[in-house]
Each structure stands twice: as structure tokens, then as C-alpha cells.
């Protein structure tokens, strides 16, 4: 493969709502680019880009995938991302290692739910952007409706510059309005240059008008001749458009049908002509490790090498791959880098450019290209890699936080090994999941982005690792404690024969602020219990707070004075008087008026202001305290605090009642005692689980 300047390459990723056409849009542009020999449907499981067995099966893309194809002396690197909420985390990937976006409408759905968030992730990394109405062949399509929608939705300007010939049946080209040329597709894809139809010439003459509006901004030149001569020619609209994308003030618009390649060719021809290429994205900012000195790094050839791992795939009979991108320098293959993120050495062996899951060995990567390397032993996604003499670390990437936790385990006994083998073998792949084990309550929780995002992972623990494992409703950490004050004396006394047992204390029990802990007091005075056995006394009080009197949780925020006791020379131990003093705090609690704490969340909805009403009733149908609103354009965020008790697939439930159009997030606040209805049911629950073991 020839060697591109920097100039001439286009790293584009591709974003939208579920099921708007992005990988049937991108199978289209590689098939047409000539990189691939057959036009992949992703209905019929042939899809280049959506290849593994859980996406064949499910119809849908799970992980971003990369694609490359030669357009007109431009290299393009296109990145395949998912639509559904569950994956955002791939999204956030290939955002921060591409140069523009393409954020592609479904025809006859406009601007959807997902749509509005990944056109605000592209906004807060700056990434110039066009927009592809796609499915222009379906029926309902409608490609004005579409560019209305955006720009009511979008903060930057939307002007169309491909518009379409016909919609649905009828859908038969589309006209370049920039330089007033059409484009009429027969049924095997191929276009011939037309005069523009008098059906659409008023269109076409109206989003000229327009253009070259948005054109003259880009440049203070062209806004100067369009103001006075108010026209600009093709050359000058096609200069300030590029510039106008650029700077972030407008969005160009194609209409295309990615199933029948009408318009492609001339989408690319846009995305060539306005959309960065390395170069014009400028230098990546980063730090030096172990510092937080700022230093950056030029997409040159001649710069110190640097490249950011954004993705990891294992590969049957490969091991691990580690995609990246190269920003400045080249990486060769067979080279010793440094793992800045890791402060490690890495010998990087063979180098691939890939195609989907197809791989072509290239002896080196430069400025602006994506590959990846294999078996990078301590390489994890968010790594940068760098030369040893002249390091940065480019701070990672930033994934959102799990919002659904399921408990897991296995159908059969023994395979808890295999699944922690294979939950940390995925966790290499996918950073958006975490496992936690709990000790306390005994579960296992996986916690990921939804319910479609833990059943892919549970299907590629049993397929990819033969391990079946069932899901469950997680255990909350529910926790005890004291309202009152209670004086008890705890006597441990033992005779069998020989040396017995003699333990004796008194002590003082009551309550601390909420958070505070345990507080352990030794108020002996005049030796009445010897000082070696007041440690066994405090060992024992804890052992005993670990799990309380009411439901079995561990009792939080008291404290035990020790005050008085009687000990025997002989027969007085450290076990006797730990003994002795767990029964004096089990009694003790019973007397000091126990109750029970529930664990708070601290959650925040952001949504559109038309489901304020219904989400803030349903936070308080849940127990919830609604603390505030705050406006975010024409979103609003609803923060609230809601036991985690009510908060079991509550993300699930938000994307139901709002057609997917809120988020959250949540986390941990404080503990709160239990109301008397709610604390009864718990602790008949609890006796009922008790009874079963």
C-alpha cells in the first residue's frame, strides 16, 4: 500500500442512534472505495465490520471496528461504533483517536435519542462532522424533515450539500448543490451526471443560497466579496465550506441509501473535501510521565513516537491485539517502545492494519495511521505508547461508570475460577464493566451499562469459555445500629474438669453520628480487669458488631466503654474474655433499640425538559428526595437521593419510559435509617434466607 502524507488522510468515525444504517453506510463506502470485493449485508451475517458471533447473531454492532479504503489520492480510516446506549463505551473510544465524525440519521426516523448524545460527545472533543441521511430508499424517508431536526437540535449550522432526487421508491440520485451537477443511479449502482430535475431545482437553489452563506463565515475574504457581490464560485464555496467545518460553525448534510450505494460516491467526495486530516487537527497534548508537565506531539514523521491503544480484541489461535493510533513518529515493527501509562518496556512483534476482522502485516505505522500490534503482554486499553527517550503519557481515555449491577454465579460448583479467568479476560476488551466480589454478602456483581450489555458478556463467558453462570438480583448492603443507650454485663464461665474458662465484663453501650464508625473506650480503673485481656475484650466486641441482632448486617457508629469486670488467676484467658465480651455487645444491642440503615444513592437524570414531570414522579414513588433541577440547553438534570434498594435496573427502566432519551448516573451518598415498614420486611426476608442455608 502506498504511503499517504498526512495531508491526504481521513480518520473518521461513524456515530448515530441503534439501527440508523452506520455499518450498512460504511460496508457501502468500503465496497464502492474498492477495499472490499462484495457489498456486506449485515441482515445476512456477511458484514466486514460486524464479524463476531454475538453480532452475526444479534444484527447489531457490539464493538467499534475499522475499516480503510483509497478515495482520489486520500486514505480513509473509517470506525464502525455501536448505536445502543449499552455500548457507549466503544463510542468514547474511537471518538478520542478520530479526527471528524460522521454522525449518520435514519431517513425516515431524523434525529433520535442517541443521535443528540453522540453529536454532544463530537462537540466535546471538537470534531469537525458532516451528517448522512441514510435509508433514503425506505419508505416514510423524508431528507428535509431530517435536516429540519438537526437544525433545530444541533448547536452548529446544518447545510445540505448533497440533497436527494426522489425519496423511497422513487429515490433515484442525488444533486452535488455545490456545483449543481446530478447524479441519476441505475439498479447496479453505477451513476451517471445529469442536468438537475425542475422538481427539485428550487430546493437545490435555496440550499445554494444557504451554503454559500455558511461558506462566506469561514473566511474573512469570502465574506467580504459575498457581502459585495453577493456570490461566491465553486472553487471559493468549497474553500470556506472546508473551513467553515473546521472551525466547528457548520455541519454539511448527504443523502444516501448505504443498500443501494445511491449517492456514496459523492458522500465521500464531501467527507474528502471537509472533514480534518491529521494535520489540520493539529498537535496531541499529553504530559510527561510522572509529571504534570504539559508537552505535545505534531503529527510528523520526524517526531518522537507516540500512539495511543484505544481498543483490545482477542483473537482465537492470535492473542490479544492492541488497536491503536499513531499521532506523531512511526512505530515499527519489531521495535522496543515504552508503556508511559505503565512505566513498562514493550517489544512490539508483527504490526497489522485491519479490515474488519481481516488482517494485512505492515512493517510500520506513521502520523494519522491505525493498526495493531500483538501479545503487548502489559498493555491495557487507555495506554499510551512512546519512544523510551522522549515520553509522554496522553492521560487515557475516559469511560462512563457502570448503571446496572447484576449478581452472578455458576450452574455448576467448582467454576468460580473459570469465571474470574474469563471476566478479567474481557475486561481487557471491554473497560466499561467492573466485577466486584463481596465478601460480606457473598455474590458476585457484574455492573455494566445495561441489560443488553451484561447478557453479551454473559454469552461470551459461555462461549468463549465454557462457563454457564446464572443472574440474580444483587444483595443490598444493609447495615445496623443503635438509637439508645444500654449498660450490660457479659459473663463467660466454664468448668470441665481441670482448668476451666472465666470471663467478666460490664459494659457501656451507645450510639455515634452517622459515618463515625466504632469507637472502643477502656474506662478500667484499679485493675479490676488486667490490661493483657482488654484487647481479647475489644476483639470480641467486633467480631460481634460483623453481624447484628436484627437481619444479620454488620452494626455501624456506636461505642463500647468498658467500665468494669472480675477476672480468676487461673482460669481467665484472652478467648474467655473475647467471649465474654461479644455476649455483653449482643445484649447490649438488644437493649440500646436497634434499627436498621439502607444505603442512599446520590443520583442524577439528565433528560429532555418534556419528561421532567414523569421521571421526577417516579424518583419519588421510589423513596426518592428530589435535592435540585438544573437547566443544560434544552436538557435539564434532576438530582435526587433514592435508596439503592429501589434503584434494581432502574436504568433499564428510565430508557422505557423515556423512549431512551435520559441518562444517569449514581452513586454512593450516606446511610439512612430504614422506615418501621419497610425495616419488618428485610428482616423477615433475611430470617427466611437464614432458615434456607
Known amino acids: 500500500m502506498k504511503e499517504y502524507d498526512v495531508a491526504k488522510i481521513r480518520n473518521v468515525v461513524c456515530v448515530g442512534h441503534g439501527g440508523s444504517g452506520k455499518t450498512s453506510l460504511c460496508e457501502a463506502m468500503l465496497y464502492y472505495g474498492k477495499a472490499t470485493k462484495r457489498l456486506g449485508k449485515v441482515d445476512d451475517g456477511t458484514s466486514v465490520l460486524d464479524?463476531?458471533?454475538?453480532?452475526?447473531q444479534r444484527k447489531i454492532s457490539i464493538s467499534l471496528a475499522l475499516g480503510h479504503l483509497e478515495w482520489k489520492d486520500h486514505f480513509f480510516n473509517l470506525i464502525d461504533t455501536p448505536g445502543y446506549a449499552d455500548f457507549v463505551g466503544e463510542v468514547k473510544a474511537a471518538l478520542s483517536v478520530a479526527d471528524s465524525a460522521l454522525i449518520v440519521l435514519r431517513a425516515a426516523g431524523g434525529v433520535e435519542v442517541g443521535t443528540m448524545h453522540v453529536h454532544d460527545m463530537a462537540v466535546e472533543k471538537s470534531l469537525p462532522a458532516c451528517v448522512c441521511v441514510t435509508a433514503m430508499e425506505k419508505e416514510h424517508a423524508d431528507f428535509w424533515s431530517c435536516v429540519k431536526q438537526a437544525s433545530e437540535s444541533f448547536s452548529r449550522r446544518v447545510l445540505p450539500v448533497i440533497v436527494p432526487i426522489g425519496a423511497g421508491d422513487t429515490f433515484k440520485g442525488v444533486v452535488d448543490v455545490i456545483s449543481k451537477k446530478a447524479y441519476l443511479y441505475d439498479e447496479h449502482g453505477k451513476f451517471s451526471e445529469a442536468a438537475v430535475p425542475a422538481d427539485v431545482l428550487a430546493q437545490v437553489e435555496e440550499a445554494r443560497e444557504k451554503l454559500m452563506d455558511g461558506a462566506a463565515e469561514g473566511d474573512d475574504a469570502l465574506l467580504e466579496k459575498y457581502l459585495e457581490k453577493g456570490e461566491l464560485d465553486i472553487k471559493e464555496i468549497m474553500e470556506g465550506l472546508r473551513k467553515s467545518t473546521l472551525k466547528g460553525a457548520v455541519i454539511p448534510v448527504a443523502a444516501v441509501s448505504g443498500h443501494k450505494g445511491t449517492g456514496v460516491s459523492q458522500l465521500i467526495d464531501l467527507m474528502t473535501m471537509v472533514l480534518a486530516s491529521p494535520e489540520d487537527r493539529g498537535a496531541v497534548k499529553g504530559t510527561v510521565p510522572g509529571t504534570q508537565k504539559a508537552v505535545e506531539r505534531r503529527p510528523l514523521l520526524d517526531e518522537p513516537m507516540c500512539a495511543l491503544v484505544f481498543k483490545t480484541v482477542s483473537e482465537p489461535h492470535v492473542g490479544e491485539l492492541s488497536i491503536m493510533r499513531v499521532f506523531s513518529?512511526?512505530?515499527?515493527?519489531?521495535?522496543?517502545?515504552?508503556?508511559a501509562t505503565g512505566n513498562r518496556s514493550e517489544k512490539v512483534g508483527q504490526i497489522f492494519r485491519l479490515q474488519g476482522r481481516d488482517r494485512v502485516d505492515v512493517p510500520v505505522l506513521r502520523p494519522g495511521e491505525f493498526g495493531a500490534a500483538v501479545k503487548l503482554r502489559g498493555t491495557s486499553t487507555g495506554d499510551t505508547l512512546c519512544s523510551h527517550d522522549d515520553p509522554i503519557e496522553l492521560g487515557g481515555i475516559k469511560f462512563p461508570s457502570p448503571v446496572?449491577?447484576?449478581?452472578?454465579?455458576?450452574?455448576?460448583?467448582?467454576?468460580?475460577?473459570?469465571?474470574?479467568?474469563?471476566?478479567?479476560?474481557?475486561k481487557e476488551e471491554d473497560p466499561t464493566f467492573s466485577v466486584v466480589v463481596d465478601g460480606e454478602l457473598r455474590q458476585t456483581l457484574l455492573n455494566g451499562m445495561g441489560e443488553l450489555h451484561l447478557e453479551v458478556l454473559v454469552g461470551k463467558l459461555r462461549d468463549?469459555?465454557?462457563?454457564?453462570?446464572?443472574?440474580?438480583?444483587?444483595?443490598?448492603?444493609?447495615?445496623?445500629?443503635?438509637?439508645?443507650?444500654?449498660?450490660?454485663?457479659g459473663k463467660y464461665k466454664k468448668q470441665t474438669g481441670g482448668r476451666g474458662q472465666y470471663g467478666d465484663v460490664w459494659i457501656k453501650l451507645e450510639p455515634l453520628k452517622r459515618g463515625d464508625g466504632f469507637d472502643f473506650v477502656d474506662d478500667i480503673v484499679g485493675g479490676a480487669i488486667p490490661n493483657k485481656f482488654i484487647p481479647a475484650v475489644k476483639k470480641g466486641v467486633e467480631e460481634a458488631s460483623k453481624e447484628g441482632v436484627l437481619a444479620g448486617y454488620p452494626v455501624v457508629d456506636f461505642r463500647v466503654s468498658l467500665f468494669d469486670g472480675t477476672f480468676h488467676t487461673v482460669d481467665s484467658s484472652d478467648m474467655a474474655f473475647k467471649i465474654a465480651g461479644s455476649m455483653a455487645f449482643k445484649k447490649a444491642v438488644l437493649d440500646a433499640k436497634p434499627v436498621l440503615l439502607e444505603p442512599i444513592m446520590e443520583i442524577e437524570v439528565t433528560m429532555p425538559e418534556s419528561c421532567t414531570g414523569d421521571i421526577m414522579g417516579d424518583l419519588s414513588s421510589r423513596r426518592g428526595k428530589i435535592l435540585g433541577m438544573d437547566a443544560h440547553g434544552k436538557m435539564q438534570t434532576v438530582k435526587a437521593l433514592v435508596p439503592a434498594s429501589e434503584l434494581y435496573k432502574y436504568s433499564t427502566h428510565l430508557r422505557s419510559m423515556t423512549q431512551g432519551?435520559?441518562?444517569?448516573?449514581s452513586?454512593?451518598?450516606y446511610y439512612e435509617e430504614v422506615p418501621h415498614e419497610f425495616s419488618e420486611r428485610i428482616i423477615a426476608e433475611s430470617k427466611q434466607e437464614k432458615e434456607k442455608e
Open 464 to 489: 468463549r469459555f465454557g462457563v454457564e453462570v446464572e443472574i440474580a438480583k444483587p444483595k443490598i448492603p444493609f447495615r445496623e445500629t443503635i438509637k439508645g443507650r444500654a449498660e450490660v454485663q
Open 661 to 665: 432519551r435520559a441518562t444517569h448516573t
Open 329 to 339: 513518529g512511526k512505530l515499527e515493527a519489531g521495535s522496543d517502545v515504552q508503556n
Open 404 to 426: 446496572l449491577s447484576e449478581a452472578v454465579r455458576p450452574k455448576t460448583k467448582g467454576d468460580e475460577d473459570k469465571i474470574a479467568t474469563g471476566l478479567s479476560r474481557l
Open 667 to 669: 452513586k454512593f451518598a
Open 51 to 56: 464479524y463476531s458471533p454475538e453480532e452475526i
